[in-house]
T-cell receptor
C-alpha cells in the first residue's frame, strides 16, 4: 500500500466508448503524474500536474484528456481509443516536481486497460 | 537524446545467489538516479542516488552510483524467490522538459 489508489483496476472498452480512470493520493503530495506502460517497453510519461496545473504533456494524443481538480485527485478521460492504447496506466505522486528537486515518486497499482 | 540502458534484460538465478544489475545513462543535467522494484503492477521505490561512491543499503539490497562513468549497479545478496521482479532504473534531471527517463528494466527470476 503506497498511499496512491487507482480505480478501476481493470477496464475493457470498445473504441467508441468514453471512460475515465481515477487516481487519488493520500500523501499530501503536490505533484501527480500519468504514465503508460506497454508490454516490453519502458514507462512513458504522459502528463504532469503540479499544484493542479498541468506542466507537461508529453505529446499525448488528444483522445487522452487529463483532469486535476485538486492536488489529491487526478483523472484520465478516454474516448475513441485504439487497440494499441491497451496498456497498464500508472498514476504517481511526489511531494514536489521530480525534475525540480530530489522528490521520489510513489506509484499506484495501475489500471489494466484493454481496448477492443 | 537522453538514454537509460539496463543490463542484462533478464536473469535467472537460484536462491542464495548474488546478482548485480546494471544501469548506464546518458542524460544532460543529471540530478539523481532511482531504482524501483516492480512485481505485478506498481513499482516500489528502492533507492535514490545523487552522489558518486556512496553506497545505499537496505537489507540484502545495495546500490552505488558512478557519476564519472555514468552508471549505477544494484546488488542483491542471498537472493530469495520473493526477489523475483522487474527492476527499473530511472534518471531525474534538472528542468521541466521531462521528469524521469526510465530504462527497460531487468527481469530477475529466482528459482527455489
Amino acid at each position: 500500500e503506497t498511499g496512491v489508489t487507482q480505480t478501476p483496476r481493470h477496464l475493457v472498452m470498445g473504441m467508441t466508448n468514453k471512460k475515465s480512470l481515477k487516481c487519488e493520493q493520500h500523501l499530501g503530495h503536490n505533484a501527480m503524474y500519468w504514465y503508460k506502460q506497454s508490454a516490453k517497453k519502458p514507462l512513458e510519461l504522459m502528463f504532469v500536474y503540479n499544484f493542479k496545473e498541468q506542466t507537461e504533456n508529453n505529446s499525448v494524443p488528444s483522445r487522452f484528456s487529463p483532469e486535476c481538480p485538486n492536488s489529491s485527485h487526478l483523472f484520465l478521460h478516454l474516448h475513441t481509443l485504439q487497440p494499441e492504447d491497451s496498456a497498464l496506466y500508472l498514476c504517481a505522486s511526489s511531494q514536489g516536481l521530480a525534475g525540480v528537486s530530489n522528490y521520489e515518486q510513489y506509484f499506484g497499482p495501475g489500471t489494466r486497460l484493454t481496448v477492443t | 537524446e537522453d538514454k537509460v540502458v539496463q543490463s542484462p534484460l533478464s536473469l535467472v538465478v537460484h536462491e542464495g545467489d548474488t546478482v548485480t544489475l546494471n544501469c548506464s545513462y546518458e542524460v544532460t543535467n543529471f540530478r539523481s538516479l532511482l531504482w524501483y522494484k516492480q512485481e505485478k503492477k506498481a513499482p516500489t521505490f528502492l533507492f535514490m542516488l545523487t552522489s558518486s561512491g556512496i553506497e545505499k543499503k537496505s537489507g540484502r539490497l545495495s546500490s552505488i552510483l558512478d557519476k564519472k562513468e555514468l552508471f549505477s549497479i544494484l546488488n542483491i545478496t542471498a537472493t530469495q524467490t520473493g526477489d523475483s521482479a522487474v527492476y527499473l532504473c530511472a534518471v531525474q534531471y534538472f528542468g521541466s522538459a521531462r521528469q524521469l527517463t526510465f530504462g527497460s528494466g531487468t527481469q530477475l527470476t529466482v528459482l527455489p
